[in-house]
């Protein structure tokens, strides 16, 4: 079964970036699809981004898109969160998922069956 370690969360100012990594313990790693969601205080945990290991295809919600960036090196079994131009709003634990499905994403809960164990991002203003 596959596991999944987060790292990279941290507190940064409006506008700063940071660069989130999930690590999955996998020999098949492009078996998967890994997402990235998030959970601000006192709200429903959201889906932010995923990536298709196999096809490399990407999809983003609304409100990062133009300002985060996912991709994947699959040498080292690894997908980043780059996150740029930081937002209050942005405030969340972040957690990365992975779905034991190819060819395709998608930014639903369901789909994905192992979680990390988040990792806090803080946004000051």
């Known amino acids: 079964e596959v596991q999944l370690v987060e790292s990279g969360g941290g507190l940064v100012q409006v506008g700063g970036s940071l660069r989130l990594s999930c690590a999955a313990s996998?020999?098949?790693?492009?078996?998967?699809?890994i997402a990235w969601f998030r959970q601000a205080p006192w709200k429903e945990r959201e889906g932010v981004s995923c990536?298709?290991?196999?096809?490399?295809?990407?999809a983003y919600t609304d409100s990062v898109k133009g300002r985060f960036t996912i991709s994947s090196d699959n040498a080292k079994n690894t997908v980043y969160l780059q996150m740029n131009s930081l937002k209050p709003e942005d405030t969340a634990v972040y957690y990365c998922?992975?779905?034991?499905?190819?060819?395709?994403?998608?930014?639903?809960?369901?789909?994905?069956?192992?979680w990390g164990q988040g990792t806090p991002v803080t946004v000051s203003s």
């Open positions: 990536i298709s290991i196999s096809a490399g295809g990407t």
């Open positions: 996998t020999f098949t790693f492009d078996d998967y699809a």
């Open positions: 998922a992975a779905g034991h499905f190819r060819g395709f994403c998608i930014n639903v809960e369901e789909a994905y069956g192992t």
